[in-house]
């Protein structure tokens, strides 16, 4: 039974495989107190979760000019034009089931899916929960180059996704296009009933490089906080940064030497250990919206994986210890990982089977 474990042991992840939509509709209202995620982005990859289903077992099914992908059994290739149907065999008539977010044929459809998911998430989150949505921007572009299941081909590679599995151009996307993906989504959710209260900029000091000479160098991904209600759990306390040196340097300085004892009284300085400071020293202030983290290797996965120092202060600040956090597209399991280090426990969705397998391991393994 959801959360059985809560009166046993002191934290832990529940790791539940299947659709995240279909499961969210299954779960209680107001159960989780806050949700941190990383949906998989628009037209990036494909994750080999599809299967074909009826027609002709002997076909090598096709939908849209593509064909069937031996990546894995029973995975398809998701590659398609912006507004075809890949719904169904073009030959055999078998029925393509992928619940899989992310492939979409249009931006606009994609966006839809993401608000109809996002319903039921606010729904499941408590009234006073937050939401921490990290979600990258990416380029229109047709497809080009060689795929993940070809480059495995080819050599030892052993990707389980698709690049790039269809072309982005279409609608008002023009080709170099940039597509604008995460503000689509989040103004469609504060459309939607969210309250948007922050854009937080995730700056990569190690960002991929990228061989173009007529644009900067993408080094950012966002991370939208959202929330369920106007007035919401914020722990600003457990996440404050250390104050800048030059800052401190200007806090500490000796105004008495500087401009002379009696201007330095006349001027409300303060005193402190018989030394005259223009203000009390302090250590710590309130975390700006920019946060410098590297991204971060891991060699159990070939696709990309929150850094744990990013998912931290989402978890401490969003979450009351003891509490629960839900990640619905769980992946290799950080959030669950960092969760139970810190004293919550999450609830984690994930509809790949490996990532399943390989998310409890990391879990178990960080928690031994």
């Not at 990416?138 to 993940?148: C, D, L, P, Q």
């Not at 052993?158 to 279409?170: A, C, Q």
């Not at 003891?322 to 959030?335: E, I, K, Q």
Request: proline share 5%; with cysteine.
């Amino acid at each position: 039974m959801l959360l059985a474990w809560a009166e046993e042991v002191s934290t832990a992840t529940e790791i539940l495989h299947g659709d995240s939509l279909a499961i969210l509709r299954e779960m209680k209202s107001d159960l989780v107190d806050c949700v941190v995620t990383s949906p998989p982005y628009w037209g990036l990859r494909d994750y080999g979760t599809g299967r074909w289903e009826g027609g002709d077992a002997d076909c090598e099914h096709s939908h849209s000019g593509q064909v069937q992908d031996n990546k894995a059994p029973g995975a398809i290739s998701s590659g398609m034009r912006p507004g075809a149907d890949a719904s169904s065999c073009r030959k055999c008539g078998a029925l393509r089931i992928d619940s899989q977010m992310g492939l979409e044929p249009t931006v606009g459809e994609h966006v839809a899916a993401m608000v109809v998911l996002f319903r039921e998430v606010r729904r499941v989150l408590k009234p006073n929960g937050t939401l921490w949505l990290n979600y990258g921007d990416s380029y229109a572009t047709s497809i080009n180059g060689r795929s993940a299941a070809d480059t495995k081909a080819a050599g030892n590679d052993d990707r389980t996704f698709r690049d790039k599995p269809f072309s982005t151009v279409g609608g008002v996307l023009k080709p170099k296009d940039l597509c604008g993906v995460p503000w689509r989504v989040a103004l469609a959710l504060q459309e939607d009933g969210w309250w948007l209260r922050q854009d937080i900029i995730w700056a990569k000091p190690n960002p991929m490089p990228e061989s173009i000479r007529d644009r900067c160098t993408k080094s950012h991904e966002y991370i939208f906080l959202m929330t369920k209600s106007e007035r919401y759990y914020f722990d600003f306390e457990a996440i404050k940064e250390p104050v800048a040196a030059a800052t401190q340097a200007r806090l500490n300085q000796n105004v008495a030497d500087q401009v002379g004892s009696d201007r330095a009284h006349k001027g409300g300085a303060g005193k402190t250990n018989g030394t005259m400071k223009a203000v009390g020293a302090v250590d710590l202030r309130n975390r700006r919206s920019v946060w410098n983290v590297p991204t971060a290797a891991f060699s159990g996965a070939h696709y990309a994986t929150f850094p744990p120092a990013l998912i931290e202060p989402c978890i401490l600040a969003g979450c009351p210890v003891g509490g629960v956090v839900l990640d619905p597209f769980l992946g290799s399991g950080t959030v669950g990982m960092v969760a139970n280090k810190h004293g919550r426990n999450c609830i984690g969705i994930e509809l790949n089977a490996e990532s399943v397998d390989l998310a409890r391991t990391r879990i178990d393994e960080a928690a031994a």
